[in-house]
Structures are given as structure tokens and as C-alpha cells.
């Protein structure tokens, strides 16, 4: 079992910046990618950003180079640096981790982020 907690969000005027954490415990060490999503209100939950444990990431075409995904493995913790955020940034961002050897899938609860035009 993996426990994810995210903190970092909250409200932030367009063109800023905010950085997303994920905390993982439990059976962290297992955890071979992490990634967040995100889900806009009254839209389907879409894809942000993933990084594996080798450092090997991936982005959401839509972002442009925007955010920045990292983790610290020592730490058991995943971010997302966020910056010239947009209004249509605005929704809650989930993390997520998949952990070896099984794949099993385990989510965060998420953290709102919003974005004032």
C-alpha cells in the first residue's frame, strides 16, 4: 500500500508560479512512476505530467514547456513546478504512483489549484 498526500496548491494570479508536492509513505520504495493529472470543473481528468525512476519524463503536449515534473527518491516525494500559469490552469491536480512488481495504481486526494485572470 502506498499513501499519497499533495500540498502546494491554492490561488494564484495568471502568469505566476506555484509548486506542487506529493508525499508518498507506506510501501514508497516500490513506487516506480510518478505522475500527476488534473480535472478541470465539469471536464474529464487529463494527463499533466509523469516521471519515472530513472528520471525519465513526459508532459502533456498542451503545457509548452510550462511545468516542470521532478522527484526526489530519498525523499518519496514528487513536484510540479508551475509557472506563467493560465485561468485555464485552474483545476485540481491529482498525483499518482505506480508501484512494481504488481503495476497497481494509487492516487492522492488532490490539491485545488486556481488561477485569477
Known amino acids: 500500500q502506498v499513501q499519497l498526500v499533495e500540498s502546494g496548491g491554492g490561488l494564484v494570479q495568471a502568469g505566476g508560479s506555484l509548486r506542487l508536492s506529493c508525499a508518498a509513505s507506506g510501501s514508497a520504495a516500490s513506487i516506480d512512476t510518478f505522475g500527476w493529472y488534473r480535472q478541470a470543473a465539469g471536464k474529464q481528468r487529463e494527463f499533466v505530467a509523469s516521471?519515472?525512476?530513472?528520471?525519465?519524463?513526459g508532459y502533456a503536449d498542451f503545457l509548452k514547456g510550462r511545468f516542470t515534473v521532478s522527484r526526489d527518491n530519498a525523499k518519496n516525494t514528487l513536484y510540479l513546478q508551475m509557472n506563467t500559469l493560465k485561468s485555464e490552469d485552474t483545476a485540481v491536480y491529482s498525483c499518482?504512483?505506480?508501484?512494481?512488481?504488481?503495476?497497481?495504481?494509487?492516487w492522492g486526494l488532490g490539491t485545488q489549484v486556481t488561477v485569477s485572470s
Open positions: 516521471i519515472g525512476r530513472d528520471g525519465t519524463t
Open positions: 499518482y504512483a505506480r508501484t512494481l512488481p504488481f503495476l497497481r495504481l494509487y
